[in-house]
């Protein structure tokens, strides 16, 4: 459907190695977009291959997104390349389980850098093209824990409610330039994330009990709001953290 045909457009992905941001990345590309892709240190070229397979072109780049200054350089390479950034895709993150009363400054630190502090810095410097060429879309990477608690999470909770803020702030300012920012907010998915929770048989048939679709989801459940968020099918909507995460929020 030409409404959600990415054919001729660029998507900048973070976190594109492995889990969602592959997921992510592959599900791009099978709509028609090029993509170029950001890790920190696994490897790339599983994703590449997959994308390529799909005869779209790929930039792989390896940078350290906590770092502010690098930054720049990941923005500027992928304009080099493509000559522009259609859709940018905020994927990178980590989480520290530790309870909050022990809950290591640097663990605080390091979280807010990714999780955070990457994802505004992003979104602006690539907010500022976009606006200049006339349009764009920002897709940010929330979760569960930007409308819950958790347990053992204080800093990913935080960074996650944040980003949910961030989407919105930004929705204000720049719907009306062209610019549609919103939100994934993934449910309990099987990546490094949650390998922790997987591994733990009661809390991981607590959370089973609760998804009413009655599973943990997958990278590629995450796909089809990617493309719809990334498309003209989203023309009208600014500032929506969009959920999928199999009805757990319902329950």
Known sequence: MKL????GKTALVTGAAGGLGQGIAIGL???????ALVTNRSPLDETVRAVEGLGRKTLAMTANLSDEAALPGVVGQTLD????IDILVNNAGIIRRTPAAD???SDWHDVLDLNLNSVFFLCQLVGREMIKQGGGKIINIASMLSFQGG??????AASKHAVAGITKALANEWASKGVNVNAIAPG???????SQLRADENRSR???ERIPQGRWGTPEDLQGAAVFLASKASDYVNGHILCVDGGWMVR
């Open 4 to 7: 959600f045909d990415l054919q």
């Open 29 to 35: 590309a099978e709509a028609g977009a090029d993509v």
């Open 81 to 84: 390349a493509f000559g522009r």
């Open 103 to 105: 809950h290591a400054a």
């Open 151 to 156: 347990i053992n999470v204080p800093g990913y």
């Open 188 to 194: 309990y998915m099987v990546t490094d994330n949650t």
């Open 206 to 208: 607590q959370i089973m």
